[in-house]
């Protein structure tokens, strides 16, 4: 089933949560909702359910008008962080609990149970309760339960917002895989970027009830719209500089900035990822800043090389392949030369 969402307002007073916002979701196609606190993708989350009502505004699902319709109305699934499973039912009735409210008959709830409990990995756990679980199948027995009626949308509020890393990495890549071989249209909210690229097909990024962008993880990620976008999605190095005829000017070194030409020329903040950094113990006869090495992080595949440049404040990081950073050897209090490899200049400023 398609959503679309149709210039949607909701206040909470003086409050907009929502602010003239739309968004179309593809049939079977699985979106994320992305953003801080506060930036409104629980609300939108709600509006779809039919667990609140826009002050303006239409939500359709397959074309119909939904906007009016009761929650219940509506057939969608809801899944919420803290699972809110019957503790005093086990498993297997948490699963059907719907089926028999719906007057399912007693056949037909066997068998779907069974079916939904085989699909999330949990077969052989029906008579156990929920207390006897971990969080992580806790988690998956709500998602069966909300899956057991055959919604035609599931909705998903920071699923595994209330687990520890290990289980929230084991149950993205769960889901993705679920998803894909059972499509079903489903809308997943979180604030955690790297969930949303790694479980969504698309995803929406939301501040101040607004929508900022939307696109693939990809798209997002290596063309983003504007400032908030970039410092949102992953670590970024800001330098205040300027812009001048297609390059950015950080001190008194000078950078290629494609797509800046048009620009006035002025003052501008200029954005940098850590791992479009380059690092080096000599110039190498390219443009580069002087910095001092104050803090070497490891992280897995990369390590995190924290450095000082004169004249900014704030330290500048530099992620670099473990295979370079050998090549280094790097020590505190060491001379290094950063290179941006790619930069980003955006017109106007923003605030979080």
Not at 118 to 132: D, H, K, S
Not at 320 to 332: G, H, I, M, S, Y
């Amino acid at each position: 089933m398609s959503i679309a969402v149709r210039d949607v307002t909701k206040r909470f007073g003086a409050f907009a949560a929502l602010d003239r916002v739309s968004v179309d979701i593809s049939e079977g196609e699985l979106l994320a909702l992305l953003g801080p606190s506060g930036s409104g993708k629980t609300t939108l989350l709600r509006v779809i359910a039919g667990l609140e009502r826009p002050d303006a505004g239409a939500v359709l699902i397959k074309d119909d008008d939904v906007t009016r319709t009761s929650a219940r109305d509506r057939n969608v699934g809801f899944v919420f962080q803290h699972y809110a499973l019957f503790r005093h039912m086990t498993v297997f009735e948490n699963v059907a609990f719907g089926l028999r409210v719906r007057n399912w008959c007693a056949g037909d709830v066997r068998a779907r149970v069974e079916e939904l409990l085989a699909l999330v990995r949990l077969g052989e756990l029906g008579g156990r309760y929920p207390g006897e679980l971990s969080g992580g199948q806790r988690q998956r027995v709500a998602l069966a339960r909300a899956l057991a009626a055959r919604p035609r949308v599931l909705l998903l509020d920071e699923p595994f917002g209330a687990l520890d890393a290990k289980v929230r990495a084991e149950l993205r890549v769960w889901l993705r895989r679920l998803h894909d071989e059972h499509p079903v249209t489903t809308v997943f909210v979180t604030h955690d970027q790297e969930e949303a690229f790694e479980v969504a097909d698309r995803v929406v990024i939301m501040s101040r009830g607004r929508v900022e962008q939307e696109g693939t993880p990809v798209e997002v990620f290596e063309h983003p719209a504007n400032p908030f976008v970039m410092d949102f999605l992953g670590h970024v190095n800001v330098f205040h500089g300027r812009v001048h005829n297609g390059k950015a000017v950080v001190g008194e070194v000078e950078f290629d900035c494609p797509g800046s030409e048009g620009q006035t020329p002025g003052p501008a903040r200029v954005y940098v990822r850590p791992h479009e950094l380059g690092l080096a113990v000599d110039r190498n006869g390219e443009p580069a800043l002087a910095a001092e090495v104050i803090h070497v992080i490891p992280a897995g595949s990369v390590t995190r090389v924290l450095v000082r440049v004169p004249g900014i404040e704030e330290p500048v990081g530099v992620a670099l392949p473990q295979e370079r950073f050998a090549e280094l050897v790097l020590q505190k209090g060491a001379t290094v030369f950063i290179t941006p490899r790619r930069v980003r200049v955006f017109a106007g400023d923003y605030v979080i």
